[in-house]
């Protein structure tokens, strides 16, 4: 079992900057890819950026040279760095552990992007 807890969000005028954090328990966390999903009322959730085990990452295209995810597996923590924010980032953001079969999420954290 893997508990995730979120941090980190908030309010933030458009052009900054945030950082979320996720914290796992549990065991193993270095195997399981960890992900950095968003959701707006009335949207699926998508998934913003991720990366695996072994360091590799992947980002949709709308946060590509803006957001960084990053992982500390001593500290069971991963990160999502969010630069140049708009408006349109605007949403809940939910971390994600993944080793299959199994599937993880957090309770989520709110990021609102507004002047």
């Known amino acids: 079992q893997v508990q995730l807890v979120e941090s980190g969000g908030g309010l933030v005028q458009p052009g900054g900057s945030l950082r979320l954090s996720c914290e796992g328990s549990?065991?193993?966390?270095?195997?399981?890819?960890m992900g950095w999903y968003r959701q707006v009322p009335g949207m699926q959730r998508e998934l913003v950026a991720s990366i695996r085990g072994d360091g590799s990452t992947n980002y949709v295209d709308s946060v590509k040279d803006r957001f960084t995810i990053s992982r500390d597996n001593v500290k069971n923590t991963v990160y999502l760095e969010m630069n140049s924010l708009t408006p349109e980032d605007t949403a809940v953001y939910y971390c994600n552990a993944r080793l299959f079969p199994q599937t993880y999420w957090g309770q989520g954290t709110q990021v609102t992007v507004s002047s």
């Open positions: 549990g065991t193993g966390f270095s195997f399981y890819t």
